[in-house]
């Protein structure tokens, strides 16, 4: 998320930074992720080592590798017992921001222009702040922050 919201452009991510790639990769390795269409399609392809549940209104959309649901419930019911990761969209954040106790967020120090925009989830209060990384700019990656916030 960058520091005026943005996090998408053109159905992908507004910035390249092989360090956020790593992190999400380490965090999300072993889970059921949870997304909307929009970003499973924007993936390269299946991502090893977790399961791809997608919500979707559209009750005909189907691909490889995918574990379809409608609903929220049934997103979590199909994740059964595994660690859930919600990846996106934004709307996807929105729906499940209530269910989640804990977001890895990582905060890119800059404006960005994007068409897709995550508001900041510290500015409702019920959040804190228990671990901050700072990385530096370096070359064409721009400064970042990894945040883990907690329900408070």
């Known amino acids: 998320r960058a520091i005026n919201g943005v ?9 390249h930074i092989p360090g ?9 390795m072993g889970s059921a992720m ?10 390269p392809g299946v991502l090893p ?11 005909g959309w189907s691909a490889n590798g995918a574990e379809i649901a409608h609903s929220i419930d049934e997103a979590l019911a199909l994740a ?17 921001l209530r ?4 977001l890895e967020l990582t905060e ?3 404006d960005v222009v994007g068409d897709t925009v995550m508001p900041d989830p510290r500015s409702a209060g019920d959040w804190r702040e228990v671990d ?3 990385h530096q700019a370096e070359g064409e990656v721009p400064a970042f922050r990894f945040i883990t916030l907690e329900r408070a």
């Not at 269910?99 to 804990?102: E, F, K």
């Open 132 to 134: 901050r990384e700072d």
């Open 20 to 28: 956020d790639l790593r992190r999400f990769k380490q965090l999300t």
């Open 49 to 59: 080592g977790r399961r791809h549940i997608v919500l979707t209104r559209d009750r």
């Open 80 to 96: 059964g017992d595994d660690p859930v990761s919600v990846i996106g969209g934004a709307e996807i954040f929105d729906l499940f």
């Open 108 to 110: 890119v120090l800059r």
């Open 7 to 15: 996090i998408g452009k053109d159905n992908g991510l507004p910035w």
């Open 34 to 43: 949870i997304m909307g269409r929009r970003t499973f399609d924007s993936l």
């Open 99 to 102: 269910h989640a106790d804990r």
